[in-house]
């Protein structure tokens, strides 16, 4: 639905993105968001539907209900590679692969603070600890499964020099991606894009690995960051339905998805998702979780395709793209809402009533939209039942 421009005439191939949820993680570390294991199993299933590359379904080490959970999601969902979280530790990495090792195809993920605020003050460690400590966890990992993530946690903040450092030591001791986790949110976009281009350009072997990025939504920059991380190279997008997920939460795989399917003639990109399964799978983690999904809330709100006021009524009425730059049945909505209120117009009104069975003359459209008016400014919302009261009353009179 895009305006064509001249880059449309170039061929550009489009790349291909993984997306990578961790709804059933991350997601899950917002404050009242756990879920039982039957809801991680539907949730699980249904991301796997929607065509979710990797699920992190949990951290095995974190609880016994965590591993379970992580254990039957590998044995049960197919379709998605099943990913658990471990820190760099012996203990947490063979309890990963406990969980793990049923599924057709697993990925251990392993992650180590490596910003100097996270060395000093949460693991006294050296610089030299971190890679050896890294290396090791790496290691172990790899000797259980071929597809080892290693996160570098707060890597965002963290000294370009030993960043780089860090990411060839992990891709040398086996790991086939790379996460540059944004931990507290604080990075901008054109930061982002920065340091992904500085690891495309400084560390020798990444072209061995998959650099991904996973950015939390502290200063409401999460989704801009992460498609920065792709511009700049990243193939594999961290995110979370409804961006749930620690603190402000994370990208949201909704709105990540979207932007680059609507506009693919910039980015370039594509993912594997069924972008019609997105609305239902927002509504499941919602009334699984218990958080709701904000009326404004790009992509899968309820008023993300509603349209109030006159001008924008007509104007989709006459031809949709003048207010719409994707439709509401690609997300999973079945329709545009074209929301009656006191700043609606005639042409709504007309478009409604015709809608209920009604076909009013001109002279009859006038008063009702008069008394419209009047009832619009002393309620919120105008319901079907509201115009039809309003035609009844003008078609038998006084
Ligand atoms: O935000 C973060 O750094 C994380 C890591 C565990 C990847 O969630
Ligand atoms: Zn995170």
């Not at 400084?202 to 072209?207: A, H």
């Not at 995110?239 to 980015?267: H, P, S």
């Amino acid at each position: 639905m895009s305006e064509p421009n001249d880059s449309q005439t170039e061929t550009v191939n489009t790349r291909p993105i993984r997306i990578f949820d961790t709804t059933l993680r991350d997601g899950e570390q917002s404050p009242g968001a756990s879920m039982n294991l039957a809801e991680k199993l539907e949730v699980a299933s249904a991301l796997a539907e929607m065509g979710v590359d990797v699920i992190e379904a949990g951290f095995p080490i974190a609880s016994p209900g965590d591993f379970e959970s992580v254990r039957q999601i590998a044995s049960t969902v197919r379709g998605s590679t099943i990913c658990g979280l471990a820190r760099c530790n012996d203990k947490d990495i063979d309890r990963a692969w406990e969980a793990l090792k049923v599924a057709p195809s697993s990925r251990i993920h392993v992650f180590l603070a490596t910003s100097a605020i996270h060395r000093e003050f949460k693991l006294r460690m050296s610089t030299d600890e971190i890679v050896e400590r890294a290396v090791s966890g790496v290691k172990r990992a790899a000797s259980y499964c071929d597809d080892v993530e290693f996160s570098p946690e707060d890597a965002c903040r963290t000294e370009h020099d030993f960043l780089c450092r860090v990411v060839e030591a992990a891709i040398d001791a086996g790991a086939t991606t790379i996460n540059v986790p944004d931990t507290v949110g604080y990075a901008t976009p054109s930061e982002i894009y920065d340091r992904f281009a500085m690891l495309m350009n400084r560390v020798p072997n990444i072209d061995k690995a998959i650099l991904s990025t996973h950015c939390h939504d502290d200063l409401g920059m999460a989704v801009a960051n992460s498609l920065a991380a792709v511009s700049a190279g990243a193939g594999q997008i961290e995110c979370t339905i409804n961006g749930i997920g620690e603190r402000a939460g994370n990208a949201a795989l909704e709105e990540v998805v979207m932007a680059m399917k609507t506009r693919e003639d910039f980015y370039h990109l594509t993912t594997n998702i069924d972008t019609k399964r997105l609305v239902p799978m927002s509504r499941l983690v919602s009334k699984t979780t218990g958080i709701n999904v904000q009326r404004n809330k790009a992509i899968v709100g309820r008023n993300a395709f509603a349209h109030e006021s006159g001008i924008h009524q007509d104007g989709m009425l006459k031809e949709r793209s003048t207010y719409e730059i994707m439709s509401p049945e690609e997300v999973g909505f079945s329709k545009t809402d074209l929301v009656l209120g006191k700043h609606s117009g005639r042409a709504a009104l007309a478009d409604r009533a015709k809608q209920l069975g009604y076909t009013l003359t001109g002279e009859q459209l006038q008063e009702v939209f008069d008394r419209f008016k009047e009832l619009a400014d002393k309620k919120k919302e105008i319901y079907d039942g509201d115009i039809m009261a309003l035609v009844q009353q003008q078609i038998s009179g006084p």
